[in-house]
């Protein structure tokens, strides 16, 4: 795919996010997967996390944490209502539900879920009813809703893909049986199949063709339609660096990181990582202190001083890489899907489609990509996955 120079991609008409693959079909149809790039979210369900319980095994050891680390004369402030107040709003990522996410574009869905034991066992079988979009040990929306949203809207979309990683699991146990659980909901719930790893390297229009275009990874998994993440998948993440507030450091680290991982040839997806975290239970005051949306604050210093440019100038400085997956919180205003398509070209054709307002008045580098589908079978890239 060559993309347009500054003067036209700066001037990109944005394309209908909810239907951008349907859009630019003659293009991408003869490509695979690892080789689109897409926008993508962190913490995909963490938009309300409100009505929920907690995923008490992730929830007691944050508060022990937090406990500890705070001083003598705090200590007795870290209470539950507290946390409720001051914790929960740092671990709010995304403002969007899942469904708004695929109508702005998202097809790339990073999700930490946990069991409720009370009602599954650890060891399966699971009823996803029962498993939550879980983070910092509050939860929102179930699993089980969170795929049936992305199945309805595949449904509606056949020229769409989405692709999902399972890798941040809590109360789970018994991955094989959990997977299995996933499988069968797809199954009994739509015509739509999942992708398996024979079809993983097919073209968008083979797979389209067959309608398998929803692609699931969970780490150490057999079950057919599963994709096993440490052979499809690599998500890597430097909690040290990645919460430092230094975005300077964090910058480098994702350059290294994609210069390292994102190469094509490949066989892997690759998910580029561009949400740096904020651990404010290392600073109690700081956490008593803070204002109202504190992560969407800190998101947006990292939105309006880095990204999405300097992701634009990674791609141009090397052009053989491909960021499948650009994840980031509060995806209405971190610009990653305007800066998906212009990494690809993909410009629309009429003032009419919609956009963001955050992602329309982002100025594009000069970026020219290209990529080539002359390989048949590409060797697997190796790496580790985080």
């Not at 991955?175 to 739509?192: D, I």
């Not at 212009?342 to 963001?356: M, P």
Request: proline share 4%.
């Amino acid at each position: 795919l060559a993309c347009l120079p500054s003067a036209v991609a700066s001037s990109c008409i944005s394309p209908n996010p909810s239907a951008w693959m349907e859009e630019f079909w003659d293009q991408i149809k003869d490509q695979r997967i690892v080789d689109l790039m897409m926008p993508g979210s962190h913490n995909s369900g963490a938009s309300n996390l409100e009505q929920q319980g907690k995923c008490m095994a992730v929830y007691e050891s944050i508060k022990r944490r937090i406990q500890e680390e705070a001083p003598d004369n705090l200590k007795s402030l870290i209470t539950d209502g507290m946390l409720e107040a001051y914790w929960k709003p740092w671990n709010e990522n995304q403002k969007l539900s899942i469904s708004e996410q695929l109508e702005q574009g998202v097809r790339w869905f990073h999700l930490k879920v946990c069991n409720f034991v009370g009602e599954n066992s650890r060891f399966g079988p699971f009823n996803l009813s029962e498993v939550y979009h879980a983070h910092g040990g509050f939860t929102s929306v179930t699993l089980e809703s969170i795929l049936l949203d992305i199945l309805s809207f595949l449904n509606t979309h056949p020229k769409e893909v989405a692709v999902v990683g399972l890798n941040d699991l809590f109360e789970i146990e018994n991955l094989t049986s959990f997977g299995a659980a996933v499988a069968q909901l797809v199954e009994h719930q739509s015509s739509l199949q999942l992708i398996r790893a024979e079809d993983w390297m097919q073209t968008l229009e083979a797979l389209q063709s067959s309608n398998r275009r929803l692609a699931v990874f969970l780490k150490d998994n057999s079950n057919e339609g599963i994709l096993p993440s440490d052979q499809y998948l690599v998500e890597n993440w430097n909690d040290e660096i990645m919460a430092s507030d230094d975005f300077e450091r964090i910058k480098s680290w994702l350059e290294q990181d994609a210069t390292q991982h994102a190469a094509l040839p490949r066989q892997k997806f690759y998910a580029f990582s561009a949400h740096p975290s904020k651990n404010p239970s290392r600073t109690t005051a700081q956490l008593l202190s803070q204002g109202s949306e504190p992560m969407l604050k800190f998101q947006r210093q990292w939105f309006q001083g880095y990204f999405p440019a300097f992701a634009e100038q990674l791609v141009e400085s090397n052009r053989s890489l491909v960021l499948n997956g650009i994840s980031t919180d509060f995806v209405e205003e971190s610009g990653a899907f305007m800066l998906a398509m212009r990494l690809q070209n993909f410009c629309g054709t009429s003032t009419t489609t919609t956009a963001t307002a955050t992602a329309t008045t982002i100025t594009a580098t000069s970026i020219t990509v290209t990529t080539s589908n002359a390989e048949s079978v590409r060797p697997v890239f190796q790496a580790n996955l985080s």
